[in-house]
């Protein structure tokens, strides 16, 4: 197992970056790589309450840990700092136990000149998931989320 950390500044206050961490409609807009689409099947905001998402291939040869051209997982928030901080425990649906395994996502939310850095860190990433792929996912979703706050991409929070 590993750990990625990845940084992005984005151009809109704590508070807006915050609600688009917790937010279920934010949620399936951002946190998806480039060539796959989301579903958020259940997400309680709360310390404790669980979430479920699905991240589907728009490819039709895309493979999925969960089976077909989709990986869905599940977890619960651990800690929730309003503006400033969301550790969640994330673990994929799988039948290969390779993919299998509950990770740590941290996000902080650190206010910078006006504008707010972000930074994702995954702990717990199994081996058989490529950190260049973990990479390049967490920064197209943190593109993703800059221009949703700061109202330059579709559905802005």
């Not at 579903?39 to 669980?50: D, F, I, K, P, T």
């Not at 901080?85 to 290969?96: C, K, W």
């Not at 299998?100 to 199994?126: F, K, S, W, Y």
């Amino acid at each position: 197992m590993y750990a990625t950390r990845v940084t992005q500044r984005v151009q809109a206050p704590p508070a807006a970056v915050y609600r688009a961490l917790v937010a279920p409609d934010a949620v399936a807009a951002w946190r998806v790589p480039d060539g796959m689409t989301a579903q958020v099947h259940a997400l309680e905001a709360r310390e404790g309450g669980a979430f479920r998402v699905s991240l589907t291939y728009d490819a039709p040869d895309g493979s999925g840990k969960s089976g077909g051209r989709t990986d869905t997982y599940r977890g619960r928030f651990v800690r929730l700092v309003p503006d400033a901080l969301v550790v969640e425990e994330i673990e994929f649906e799988s039948a290969d136990d390779a993919f299998r395994g509950v990770m740590t996502m941290t996000t902080r939310l650190t206010e910078a000149e006006g504008a707010t850095d972000v930074t994702i860190e995954h702990e717990g990433i199994p081996d058989d998931i490529p950190r260049a792929d973990n990479e390049l996912g967490t920064r197209m979703a943190l593109g993703k989320l800059a221009r949703l706050v700061e109202g330059t991409g579709p559905g802005t929070v």
